[in-house]
Nanobody
């Protein structure tokens, strides 16, 4: 599975962006997918994940209520709608796939596939 993230850019604080992650291959439809971000000098941070059907979602507290993850299996695409953006949301955003539940490792180690990242910059 190859993942291609897009939709990043420069936005003012309080604005919105929608990120997309297009996946190749039919296996996408069976994968739980996720979004992460990494700011300079910081570890990669989990944001949200969505199960294969789209009915089960889980969010980090830092983005709950502002970000929404969704997917369209017909288009092999997962989305991250980001509202009320803040300067501290500035980071490179990554999509990830093939989630394997494993409470003994950090969230970022539970995903087997990663996209290349898309830059999001929020100006104050």
């Amino acid at each position: 599975v190859q993942l291609q993230a897009s939709g990043g850019g420069l936005v003012q604080a309080g604005g919105s962006l929608r990120l997309s992650c297009a996946a190749s291959g039919h296996a996408f439809r069976s994968y739980t997918m996720g979004w992460f971000r990494q700011a300079p000098g910081k570890e990669r941070e989990f944001l949200a994940r969505i199960d294969w059907s789209g009915s089960g979602t889980y969010y980090a507290d830092s983005v709950k209520g502002r970000f929404t993850i969704s997917r369209d299996n017909a288009k092999n695409t997962v989305y991250l709608q980001m509202n009320s953006l803040k300067p501290e949301d500035t980071a490179i955003y990554y999509c990830a796939g093939q989630y394997v539940p494993n409470q003994s490792v950090p969230m970022r180690q539970r995903f087997g596939y990663w996209g290349q990242g898309t830059q999001v910059t929020v100006s104050s």
